[in-house]
């Protein structure tokens, strides 16, 4: 499922990245890798908090529901 629907506080595991070879590589380069974990920390409005690789970062629905967990 996408990292969108991931209830708050619920820890997931990464499975797959899709969108656009930039798309992909950007989300990579914020620490969103196959196998990694991720936490989302808050939600408003479709926009999100995660935990992923010990920081926090901010992304949008339209990103999240690019990141299958």
Do not use: C, H, Q
Request: glycine residues 10%; proline residues 3%.
């Amino acid at each position: 499922m996408p990292l969108s629907m991931v209830r708050k506080g619920e820890p997931s595991i990464i499975k797959k990245v899709s969108g656009r070879e930039e798309t992909r590589r950007f989300l990579e380069n914020l620490g969103f890798v196959i196998g990694g974990s991720v936490t989302v920390v808050s939600e408003i409005a479709g926009n999100m908090i995660v935990n992923v690789k010990d920081s926090r970062v901010a992304i949008g629905k339209d990103m999240a529901n690019k990141i299958m967990v």
